[in-house]
Structures are given as structure tokens and as C-alpha cells.
């Protein structure tokens, strides 16, 4: 009989059904190994203390701390029987803050024996709020006793002076966690490695065994940096590889090379256009083109900023491709999206568009619209005109990938706004072709070049980073609405100015405003600085009506927002795009895509609850003619909070990619990466995606050394093995498909 490896041993065996089924319910942890890899988010000093005022609210925390002292109130209750009326309110302090706990009822004896002033423990519990203080109710604590103590057992369990302290949950604390590690440590001398040797000695890093020992129970700040230089290396390798092999694998599929004819469509409408391109657009444009001529197929990243001419490029890339005979689909996220892109598309081809019609010029090919809420007969038209090559180009949103639409030579896919879609739709897609088509995915949130390479490993990136002569440079300034509120009165008289000189404006509010009593009205966690408030954010209704009483009266003022039926919303663009309105009050659905011109001011409402992407996003859509933008972000948060200074940082540069670095050092590394939507990338634990820019540029470079040298990974075991982990079922596909 076979024995298991140590390493998938099932954590019942190991550690009882009660623990292991709190372990795999709330942690995903179900085998040695899984533990093995849950590392401390941090550690505490035996003789230090942790900064209680800085602590979250609403999340799980551990503290060490002090007792500074312990009341017990009685309290009369008719419902109380003797004894149970009873509170313990301790107080604990670091030195610079306290914090409170409580206990109640027959909860209060161990405690109130225990918990003596000058006591140090460990506690565990969800941070609150009451009477405005922070506090903890009923939290489990863990003392801390001298190692001259007759009971210095939890000395021992805790390595030398400094105290692991895990991600936890209330029904399994940070001390147990570590207990339950202490009981399988002895495990991870069989873990295998999955750094080829030369890899690790080369960069002198220690052991995978030593790494886990070290990382569970240092016994100085050393061992945890040798530790965590040792695994950030096994992460960013591991999925390195993983990324390669799909690179590796696309490498070898074939796929038609598409030139474009020297003097056919491409020629045609290069010819007619009434400027040249920007250095950055025939840059990234031949690097297009370069993999197009390839016969395996292109996978690359084109990212520009919100009005670099991305579409441009992109629509070069179809023409070259509907050139050489093949067809060229574009993937837009919403309907409205794919409906601009249409008409912008056949505005910018004119006669070329109107291939088969009296007056389609000589090259002209047809440019269809394909989405789900299209009439029968139209759509029935547009999958005609797909499935026997009349039309070249086609437009649409997901409904390009139902099984029903054929292509007569698919040879290019464009998506627009990668974040909304799947790996799954792009490769649905992809196998439309006869061989798998080209590919090119557009973004216009900039991403810093370490994300592109994790999130999006396995496509080759070109980034567009000047904008088109013309594009006029934006002013942001913060509004502190509650601190100065004569700033908001000027805002709006800002507004008015913009409308009297002939231009246009949006007001964005991050609500609708029509939501029946939805407890969810903010959509995020309430932070310390909501209390502080109390108030549900701005909404679009309520604002648009107090502004047409109010600061905007008498000019037009109109609604905006995701929940409006698609006709009346593309009715509200189409005034305003006309300029017969002057002020769109909206949600974020203006973030993608709409293009007016001759809107030169956006007030952005309740800016700090929007993240720094999106405002950046958002403030895009103002001067995009040839008068400036001004975008003011309106907030009532306080000078010191960490949302002005995310504001202020919005406001003082119009670089994306200084924003975006910014946006990912504040936000959680998690939610950046989950965006990508594949386990694969939600799983980093110790690697940092700014900070290890080296390591991850670094893990590239040797990761396709190692595919290149030797795809299956045959010499490498324990590689393949660290693979088969971060590439379960799910995510073995994904990177499989192609």
C-alpha cells in the first residue's frame, strides 16, 4: 500500500475532524501543505506591543497588549437570574492607545480571575465600535507567561521572542492556527523543491524546508527576510512558469499569417485620414503588424490611456487583417460600448464602410453590429453576412460568442476592456476561426508593468503613452465641501461659467438614488470615516433635483444612470452629445466610452468613495476637445484621512500609470489580482506585485529559460508538483485551453 505523501496528508488526520473542518470551512486549508503555506500576515514582539490605534474596524484582529485595568458592573435585570447581570470592562493599553473589551453574563468569571492589571495576553475578536470608542466583545485571549513561569508551555510554542500572528477567523484564533502548525511542521522537511538548484544557489536562497521553518518560527527578523525572499521567489517562479508554458503552448499553435496588400483597405483609409499618426500609434501599430505576419498566433496587450487612439490602432490592425482576406471581430463589454464603437468605426471609414452598397468604394468591405437585444431580422442579417465573408468587420458584445455566430475566416480578435471579460469568452471565441485567430486585448486603466506581467503573463504588452495633438490638459483641484464649504458654492458657479461659454458638463454621484431601503446602500464595508458620517452617499436623483432647484437653475439638467431602459439612455446621450442638454447628472456608467467633445467641466460627488483608477477613469471623459477640462472632486471627508490623501494624489498628476502604482499600494494586492479572475493570480501570499517589480521582472526571464529548455518540466518534480498546486482543475483549463 501506498503511502501518502506527508505533504497531502488530510488535516483531519493530522489534527481531529472539529479543527480540520473550521480549517478547510473558513480558511481553504485541507491538507498538511495547505497549512504549511499559511503564512503569519505578520509578528508581534514578545516584549512589544501592537499599535492599538491603528486597528481596523469590522475585521479580525490579534493584539498584544497589556491589561491597564478591569471593572466589573453588576446590573440589575428582571431577566437576569443572580450572577448574570454581570459586565467585565477591561481596558488594554500599548502605551499610546486603549482599547476596550467587554464580556457579559456567565462569561465574565475565567476573565475577571485572569485578566489582572499588568497582565499580557493575546486577543482575538472583531473590532467595533461603541459610544464611539473602539472596542472588542467576548474576545478569545491567549496569556503570555514569563518563561520562569511553572506554565512556560506557551513560551515554547511560540518561537523565541517573536509571535507568528496568521490570518484567522473567529472560530479558529491566531494561537491555535499556530498550535495546529507547531503539530505538522516536522512535515515540510519532505517538501519538495520546486526551484531548480542552480536557481536557488545561484541566487543564494535557502531551502523550501528551511523557508517554512523559518517563516512559522523565526527566532530573529533575519530568519523571517531569509524566509520570505526564499517563498516570494517559489510564487513569483511558479506562476512564471505557469504563464510561460501557456506562452509556450501558443507559441506552437499555427495560425494564418495576415499582410495587409500594399495598396488595398489599410492604404485606402491611411490615405484618408485627416492626420498623421502619433510616434506612439505607429510604434505599437508595427508591433501589431510584426505578429500579424507570424503564422502562430498574436496575443498582445494594448494599453492607452483613456484618449490615446487606441480604437485607431486597433482599427488598423482589422483593416490589415480583412486585407489579406481573413475577418476582424471586435468584443465590446456593454451594448452601449459596442453601439459607439460602431458608428465611431464606420464615421472614421466613410465610403470604405459600405462594402457591397452603390457608392462603397473600391476596397470597401461591410461593418456589421451584432448584439443580444437586436431585432430578429438584423441579427439574422449581420450572421449572414459573418458566415459567407460580406462583412469584414463585425461589432459586438458577448453575443458574438454564442455557438449560433459562424465566421467565414476569423482571423483577429480585439477585446475591449479585458478586466470584463473572462479567459473563458476569449477562448470561446478564439476557437471560432478555422486556426486559432490573432488577438488583441485593449485596456485603458493603465496597468503598472509587474501587474501586466502577472495578470496578464501570457500576452506580450504595447502601451500607448502619448495623446493625440488636439486632447487638451485637465485641472483637478479637491473640493473639501464640509471643511470650506463656500469651495462647493464656487464649483457649481464653475459650472455655470463652463455652460454660459458654450460647453457642457457631467455631475457624477455614486448612487442611483431609487433603491428600496437596501442595507447595502454604499456597496463596501463601512470604514471608521462612514461612521463619522453616517449618511448614505450622493445619489443621481436626489442631487439632479437639488441642483435644478438650487445652484443650476434654469439650466438643462438631465439623468444618467444603468438602471434607465437602453432606449431613453441612448435618447439622454444623443441630447447631450447634440448639446441640447448642459448637465448630465450620472453614475459611473459615463466611466467607458462616451465621447462629447464639448464637455469640458465634471463634478465628481462623494469623490472618496470611488477608487483611484476609476476617478481617473471618469475625469478622461472631460477635455477631449480642444477647450481644457476641469474636474473637481467634491469630498467631506476630514484634511487628515487617507481618502483626501488618495484624492489628492488623483489631482496632482495626470499620469495613469503614477496613479495606478499609487491606487495599488493603498488598496489590497488581492483585489487588484482578483480582477483577473483566476485563482491563479488571487493566490500570492507573500509577494508584493510594486515592491517585488525585480523579482517578478526576474522570475520571467529564468521562467522562460526553463520552458524553453525543457516544456514538460520532466527534470523538475518538484515544480510540476508546486504547478498541479496553484493549477487545480479550474484553473489547469484555463491555462490549457488555446
Known amino acids: 500500500m501506498d503511502l501518502v505523501p506527508a505533504l497531502e496528508e488530510p488535516l483531519k488526520k493530522v489534527l481531529g475532524p472539529a479543527t480540520a473542518k ?4 473558513h480558511l481553504g486549508l485541507h491538507s498538511v501543505g495547505d497549512l504549511l503555506h499559511h503564512y503569519p500576515r505578520r509578528y508581534e514582539e514578545r516584549g512589544q506591543l501592537t499599535h492599538l490605534a491603528d486597528l481596523p474596524l469590522d475585521e479580525h484582529v490579534t493584539v498584544v497588549a497589556q491589561v491597564a485595568d478591569a471593572r466589573l458592573h453588576s446590573f440589575a435585570s428582571a431577566k437576569a437570574p443572580r450572577g448574570k447581570g454581570q459586565r467585565l470592562e477591561v481596558t488594554i493599553t500599548d502605551g499610546s492607545g486603549r482599547l476596550q473589551l467587554v464580556f457579559f453574563g456567565s462569561g465574565v468569571h475565567k476573565p475577571h480571575k485572569e485578566l489582572l492589571p499588568g497582565t499580557r495576553a493575546m486577543f482575538a475578536g472583531k473590532v467595533s465600535l461603541f459610544n464611539r470608542r473602539l472596542q472588542l466583545a467576548h474576545p478569545a485571549y491567549e496569556l503570555l507567561r514569563g518563561a520562569d513561569d511553572e506554565a512556560a508551555e506557551s513560551v515554547e510554542t511560540w518561537a523565541g521572542a517573536l509571535i507568528p500572528i496568521y490570518p484567522a477567523t473567529a472560530k479558529l484564533e491566531s494561537w491555535k492556527i499556530g498550535k495546529a502548525i507547531q503539530t505538522v511542521l516536522p512535515s515540510a522537511q519532505e517538501a519538495l523543491d520546486p526551484l531548480p538548484a542552480s536557481l536557488r544557489e545561484g541566487r543564494g536562497l535557502v531551502t523550501l524546508p528551511e523557508a517554512l521553518l523559518k517563516i512559522h518560527r523565526p527566532h530573529t527578523k533575519a530568519d523571517i527576510a531569509d524566509a520570505q525572499a526564499r517563498l516570494k ?6 506562476l512564471q512558469v505557469a504563464l510561460a508554458r501557456r506562452r509556450h503552448a501558443d507559441a506552437q499553435l499555427p495560425a494564418v499569417p495576415r499582410k495587409p496588400a500594399p495598396d488595398g483597405l489599410l492604404a485606402a483609409f491611411d490615405d484618408r485620414l485627416p492626420f498623421t499618426l502619433t510616434e506612439g500609434q505607429q510604434k505599437v501599430s508595427k508591433e501589431i503588424f510584426d505578429d500579424l505576419a507570424t503564422d502562430h498566433p498574436m496575443h498582445r ?17 482589422m483593416l ?37 452598397m452603390l457608392g462603397g468604394a473600391e476596397h470597401a468591405t461591410k461593418v456589421v453590429l451584432l448584439t443580444g437585444s437586436m431585432g430578429t431580422a438584423a441579427r439574422r442579417q449581420a450572421m449572414l453576412d459573418l458566415v459567407t465573408g460580406e462583412a469584414g468587420i463585425v461589432i459586438g458584445t458577448h453575443a458574438l460568442i454564442e455557438d449560433k455566430v459562424q465566421f467565414e475566416d476569423l482571423g483577429l480578435v480585439v477585446v475591449d476592456e479585458q478586466h470584463r471579460f473572462g479567459v473563458e469568452q476569449r477562448d470561446a471565441l478564439r476557437g471560432k476561426g478555422k486556426q486559432p485567430p490573432h488577438l488583441l486585448v485593449m485596456t485603458a486603466t493603465p496597468i503598472p508593468r509587474t501587474v501586466a506581467m502577472t495578470v496578464f503573463g501570457d500576452l506580450e504588452t504595447s502601451v500607448l503613452d502619448q495623446l493625440p495633438a488636439g486632447r487638451s490638459p485637465i485641472a483637478s483641484h479637491v473640493v473639501p465641501a464640509a471643511d470650506k464649504p463656500h469651495f462647493l458654492s464656487r464649483a457649481w458657479e464653475r459650472v455655470r461659467e463652463e455652460v454660459e461659454n458654450g460647453h457642457q458638463a457631467y455631475v457624477v454621484c455614486p448612487r442611483i438614488g431609487d433603491e428600496e431601503d437596501d442595507p447595502k446602500k454604499s456597496g463596501r464595508k463601512k470604514s471608521p470615516e462612514d461612521e463619522a458620517e453616517k449618511r448614505p452617499p450622493l445619489a443621481v436623483l436626489e442631487v439632479a433635483d437639488q441642483l435644478t432647484k438650487g445652484p443650476l437653475s434654469g439650466l438643462r439638467v438631465e439623468v444618467l444612470h444603468g438602471r434607465m431602459h437602453p432606449d431613453d439612455k441612448d435618447a439622454v446621450m444623443r441630447r447631450f452629445a447634440a448639446g441640447e442638454t448642459h448637465v448630465l447628472v450620472a453614475t459611473t456608467v459615463i466611466e467607458v466610452g462616451v465621447n462629447v467633445p464639448n464637455a469640458t467641466a465634471m463634478v465628481i460627488m462623494d469623490a472618496d468613495r470611488f477608487g483611484v483608477s476609476q476617478l481617473h477613469q471618469l475625469r478622461g471623459r472631460v477635455g477631449r476637445g480642444s477647450a481644457a477640462g476641469l474636474c473637481l472632486l467634491v469630498t467631506e471627508m476630514p484634511e487628515a484621512s487617507p481618502a483626501r490623501q488618495r484624492l489628492n494624489a488623483v489631482a496632482s498628476t495626470l499620469d495613469g500609470f503614477e496613479l495606478s502604482r499609487i491606487d495599488l499600494e493603498q488598496r489590497r494586492e488581492g483585489d487588484v489580482l482578483g480582477q483577473a479572475q483566476s485563482g491563479a493570480r488571487t493566490s500570492l501570499r507573500v509577494l508584493a506585485v510594486i515592491e517585488d517589480e525585480e523579482i517578478i521582472a526576474e522570475a520571467r526571464e529564468e521562467a522562460t529559460a526553463v520552458v524553453e529548455a525543457d516544456p514538460e518540466l520532466k527534470g523538475l518534480p518538484g515544480l510540476r508538483t508546486a504547478l498541479d498546486a496553484l493549477l487545480d482543475e479550474e484553473r489547469e483549463q484555463y491555462l490549457e485551453k488555446g
Open 301 to 317: 496587450l494594448l494599453q492607452g490611456e483613456v484618449g490615446s487612439g487606441k480604437t485607431m490602432v486597433a482599427l488598423r490592425a
Open 320 to 356: 490589415a487583417v480583412v486585407d489579406a482576406g481573413g475577418q476582424a471581430a471586435m468584443l465590446a463589454p456593454t451594448e452601449v460600448l459596442a453601439q459607439q464603437h460602431h458608428r465611431s468605426i464606420v464615421e472614421m471609414m466613410g465610403e470604405l464602410a459600405e462594402g457591397g
Open 22 to 25: 473550521v480549517m478547510a470551512e
Open 233 to 238: 521567489w517559489d510564487e513569483a517562479f511558479v
